[in-house]
């Protein structure tokens, strides 16, 4: 790949809830400051892999890793691994927009607040940077003590990438971000992730192959060849090769929609 | 028959029987009043001395009792089950024990009251050495209601999205946080209306306040430590072993004023619920 280092590294990675894997042996290099998309059909376990890049995964009983990941070379799963850092530097964007029921301005203070930030000056600042960030400051700088939970399911959304920004992070993983929303703000989110992928590393889990050719630099095609089987990679590549010449059959006929 | 008409007789059915619960309520209601009211607004009553040996007395320092009890009480047990309900809903893995108990807490739900009026006359009255008081009133009222609270605690600490709580988490917050910031505030409305019908129970409890508080008083209790005597107790009292004249009064009066009470505290408890939703953003319908 390109000389600009790698932020997060996938080695081997196997996943299982209980008896059940899930992933199998999945390597994959997320580089510094680009899109790294994740396709495939459903249940393939692209989002079973981005929770395994800030731990989320932790949250289910019974659910174990084997294999390495690590965040500027350390591993993320080692011993003695501060997971609440871990959330902090790799932040989450989900599926259904998640604003918490507080106002709008406290949805994008809460991070900033856990990690005692107090002074009211400070405060708004980040709030204003980070709604700002998220595209949004115009559109709720006039009611940010509003509920965030009575905006339009878009800027819920972008509500939820300042929140995220608000903590500061380095990584940040959308899981299918815009499934719950309009074309309009799918637009919005989606220029708003070619302007941050100046500062940030970001992966994005997505079913629309449209918006992978459009906003990644690299793509990894996942599939589970059999009902029950797990998860696996069967290409990543950059985006332009995975569109224009993949070199697995299988790749191409999902690219083409032939299936899935 | 078509649809149509089923569906219309359907309709009167159901109808119907929503008119009859109704109606029955309104006949107790009306009931009650009718034969009480007048003597429960009037001052002399309601806020006056009860007398042993003479007619007119009132029942102020009962109505105390029955506020302070319920207090004190809710006190006791609101902090134990919602604790409780944190670790069941929060922190307990689901599985055999988890559902042993729930299984424990239903059947001490439905253990009758006098049951627990004899635990609390043993243990607190008697073993403790506390005599006739509040305090083992508000004891062994929490036992009898901490099923109760601790299940509707949970129930409303489980309604509370999932996505919240994955938001937090990811944003580096702890689980103890999690529950702290953005769980209970969600939950904290159900909470509070799940008090209402506990509140209600121990401001109409007779079988345990006649074992742990005490019956008759004269003077408004100030100590947890104090005998008191609780209107619904002092009811049956007044009715059963009293020697005054107008025991009929003081009966019919007091269930007004009982009434009145558990009115006014279950509307007061909404009305708190709405506004701490409202002031906290929740959307939450009651």
């Not at chain 1, 339009?152 to 929303?181: H, N, T, Y």
């Not at chain 2, 009434?259 to 619920?273: E, G, P, Q, T």
Request: proline share 5%; with cysteine; net charge positive.
């Amino acid at each position: 790949m390109n000389g600009n280092g790698h932020k997060m590294q996938v080695k081997n990675l196997s996943m299982y809830y209980e008896d059940f894997k899930a992933l199998e042996d999945i390597s994959l290099d997320f580089p510094s400051r680009r899109i790294t998309a994740l396709i495939g059909p459903s249940g393939c376990g692209k989002s079973t892999l981005v929770r395994c890049l800030n731990r989320m995964n932790d949250l289910i009983e019974g659910s174990r890793t084997e294999g390495e990941i690590t965040l500027d070379g350390q591993n993320i799963n080692g011993p003695g691994y501060d997971v609440i850092s871990l959330r902090r530097r790799v932040g989450m964007v989900f599926q259904r927009p998640n604003p918490f029921p507080k106002s709008i301005y406290e949805n994008v203070a809460y991070g900033p607040r856990l990690a005692g930030t107090k002074d009211k000056e400070k405060l708004d600042f980040i709030v204003e940077d980070s709604l700002k960030k998220a595209a949004l400051w115009d559109e709720v700088k006039k009611i940010l003590r509003e509920s965030g939970q009575k905006l339009s399911g878009g800027q819920q959304q972008r509500l939820c990438i300042a929140r995220v920004m608000a903590v500061k992070p380095e990584v940040i993983l959308f899981d299918e971000p815009c499934s719950a929303i309009d074309p309009i703000s799918t637009q919005k989110i989606e220029d708003l992730m070619a302007e941050l992928k100046k500062n940030y590393t970001m992966v994005i889990v997505t079913h629309n192959m449209q918006q992978a050719a459009r906003v990644s630099d690299y793509t990894a095609f996942m599939l589970v060849q059999e009902q029950g089987e797990p998860g696996r990679i069967i290409e990543f590549d950059d985006t332009n090769t995975i569109f224009t010449n993949p070199s697995d059959k299988r790749t191409e006929n999902y690219i083409t929609g032939r299936f899935g | 028959m078509d649809a149509r008409k089923r569906d219309r007789i359907a309709t009167i059915v159901f109808w119907g029987i929503g008119l009859v619960t109704l109606g029955i309520l309104a006949f107790i209601i009306i009931e009650i009043f009718g034969r009480g009211l007048i003597t429960a607004l009037s001052p002399s009553f309601f806020s006056g001395k009860p007398e042993a040996k003479q007619v007119g007395g009132g029942i102020g320092p009962m109505i105390v009792s029955s506020l302070y009890l319920a207090a004190l009480s809710m006190l006791i047990a609101l902090p134990v089950s919602i604790g409780a309900a944190i670790h069941m809903a929060e922190y307990a893995r689901e599985g055999r024990f988890n559902n042993f108990i729930r299984f424990c807490l239903d059947s001490l739900a439905t253990l009758p009251s006098i049951v627990f009026g004899i635990f609390g006359l043993t243990l607190f009255v008697i073993t403790f050495r506390w005599s006739y008081c509040l305090l083992a009133g508000a004891f062994t009222l929490a036992l009898l209601n901490l099923p109760i609270l601790l299940r509707g605690a949970e129930e409303s600490i489980k309604l509370v999205p999932q996505t919240y709580r994955e938001a937090s988490m990811s944003l580096g917050a702890s689980r103890w946080t999690t529950i702290k910031r953005v769980v209970l505030p969600s939950a904290m409305p159900g909470i509070i209306t799940g008090t209402v019908l506990p509140v209600g129970r121990i401001m109409g409890e007779s079988a345990v306040v006649i074992f742990t508080t005490g019956l008759f008083i004269r003077t408004i209790p100030l100590s947890p430590f104090d005998p008191a005597a609780p209107l619904a107790g002092y009811i049956w009292y007044a009715q059963t072993e009293a020697t005054v004249l107008d025991y009929r009064k003081i009966v019919n009066g007091g269930a007004a004023i009982l009434l009145i009470l558990v009115f006014l505290i279950n509307f007061a408890a909404r009305r708190f619920a709405r506004f701490y939703a409202k002031r906290k953003q929740l959307e939450v319908k009651f």
